[in-house]
């Protein structure tokens, strides 16, 4: 029997409930979520979300994503195998929020995931239940080597997705 069928009170109400059917504070139930990385495309990103999520009346759920990269293997494993990096710009990151005057109005929470960017920013969204997801736009070599992460999010994400330019 799962955990969360076991229950122990009288009227039958289970002690335990599974994490998606656990009540949540009424401004996260279906929030915007915004992949935050410090950079100059994902600070305008947040400033957008947290409008946004003002304008909506919800909160804001603020994802960011450890590095991956591609680790070198002996014998030529394929596929490539990657590993994650180590962040510890995270709690620099959640201090610079902290203190960020855009965000003092709008409900937020910060959640770390490492492992693949869009994969997990559309993981989060999907727990939320989020209304949408907003990221920044991303130029250079290694996103149009690789692809941008807005442009995998908007192709694959199972809600709307804004790229902030």
């Known amino acids: 029997m799962a955990a969360f069928d ?15 059917q656990r009540p949540r504070d009424p401004a996260f139930q279906h929030p ?14 947040l400033a957008y979300a947290a409008g946004m999520a003002r304008r909506l009346g919800g909160g804001l759920v603020i994802v960011h994503v450890a590095n991956r990269i ?14 994650d990096v180590p ?10 929020l902290a203190c960020a005057d855009h ?11 490492g492992g693949d960017i869009c994969h997990e920013i559309e993981d989060v ?10 990221v920044g736009g991303s130029s250079g070599f290694v996103s149009r080597l690789f692809g941008s992460v ?15 330019p």
Do not use: Q
């Open 6 to 20: 076991f229950s122990d009170l009288p009227d039958g109400t289970p002690l335990l409930r599974p994490e998606s």
């Open 70 to 83: 591609p680790a070198t293997v002996w014998a030529g494993c394929e596929p490539p195998v990657f590993i």
């Open 32 to 45: 915007v979520v915004v992949g935050f990385d410090g950079s100059g495309a994902s600070e305008r990103a």
């Open 125 to 134: 969204a999907k727990e939320f239940a989020a209304d949408a997801i907003v």
């Open 103 to 113: 965000l003092s109005d709008v409900p937020w929470i910060l959640v770390e995931r």
């Open 150 to 164: 807005a442009c995998r999010l908007v192709k694959h994400a199972k809600r709307p997705v804004v790229v902030i």
């Open 87 to 96: 962040d510890n710009r995270s709690e620099a990151l959640g201090l610079e």
